[in-house]
């Protein structure tokens, strides 16, 4: 049995932006997927805890009323839109599907929403581009018809996979914005799944870093970037390129030897060990807890 999320403790508060951060194959997808129930069970399962949205436990949930929750209450931003997106019908009639099938709306008038948000979502020519297909759209305006599909029934929290990743820099950049802009427009809360230590700075109000399934430290941003406590949430912040700092020394961008432990059968005691400069026979005695170091601050490790 393979614990891809283990004791995982995550909270989101209204109009406020987290981010999970991490390297694949550290849990950060899981654990959202695991929030939308969209684990796929069996073999998947949820073993233990709770996953509190507005005060109601989604785990004991029935199929409906999640798929009910998820597409009104919850939308979801995915890394690559052409694989949520169908290739057979125009984005306006995606969108329209939505709308209808939540809001009870007329053909006409969910048609109308949907150019709407097209519109909100700054893609040019809304009208007209309701009736084309995706693959008549570019990456980053793709992107934006997702974002316009997630936010149509106006949810309370988007949770956003990777949704930058597959686009080139200056693309990823708008996108960040728009999502921001949506955040503050809409009044909602975002989860945000990433790799890029960039892209937190960037978007996030509260970060918290995964490894091997587990939370290691969980703070503010300004704590992570001012004062990063896990020896793992310093290497990921080492890896970033500094433009301050090019300018006037020859630093190398620093990488974290090793890889990511298999959860099949993980490492005694903490599971980065392995990698870490610090590491002692103690650390790998027993797994370190989540402990709090500072206000708001908590850290996964014996020092
Ligand atoms: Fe490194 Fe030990 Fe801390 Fe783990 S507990 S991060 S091995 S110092």
Same mark, same amino acid.
Request: with cysteine.
């Given at each position: ?30 654990? %959202? ?80 929403? %949907? ?10 020519? *809304? ?6 297909? *995706? ?95 896990? *020896? ?46 610090? %590491? ?24």
């Amino acid at each position: 049995m393979v614990r891809a999320v283990d004791g995982v403790d995550i909270s989101v508060n209204r109009g406020e932006t987290v981010s999970i951060v991490g390297e694949s194959g550290c849990g950060k997808t899981v654990t %959202a997927m695991t929030v939308l129930k969209l684990i796929a069970m069996p073999p998947g399962r949820i073993m233990a805890g709770k996953i509190l949205f507005e005060g109601r436990d989604l785990v004991p949930m029935a199929p409906d009323e999640m798929r009910a929750i998820r597409s009104k209450q919850i939308g979801i931003v995915f890394q690559e839109p052409m694989t949520s997106l169908n290739p057979v019908y125009t984005v306006g009639q995606q969108i329209a599907e939505t709308v209808r099938h939540h809001e009870g709306l007329s053909k006409r008038a969910a048609f109308d929403r %949907a150019a709407e948000m097209l519109s909100l979502v700054q893609i040019p020519n *809304p009208q007209k581009r309701v009736h084309d297909y *995706p693959h008549q759209f570019s990456g980053g305006m793709r992107q934006r018809v997702m974002i316009a599909m997630a936010l149509s029934c106006n949810p309370k929290l988007l949770i956003a996979d990777e949704p930058t990743t597959a686009l080139d820099v200056t693309i990823q950049a708008q996108i960040l914005e728009l999502m921001n802009e949506m955040k503050q427009r809409l009044g909602m809360s975002i989860l945000l799944i990433t790799h890029a230590m960039g892209v937190v700075a960037e978007t996030s109000q509260r970060v918290i870093v995964m490894y091997a399934g587990k939370v290691v430290e969980d703070a503010t941003v300004e704590n992570l970037f001012a004062n990063p406590r896990h *020896p793992y949430t310093q290497g990921l912040i080492r890896s970033i390129p500094r433009i301050d700092l090019a300018a006037t020394t020859h630093t190398r961008l620093e990488a974290i030897p090793g890889s990511v432990p298999s959860l099949l059968n993980p490492p005694r005691g903490c599971r980065f060990a392995a990698r870490c400069r610090y %590491a002692t026979e103690a650390c790998t005695l027993a797994e370190p807890p989540l402990r709090e170091v500072a206000p708001g601050h908590k850290v996964a490790c014996i020092l």
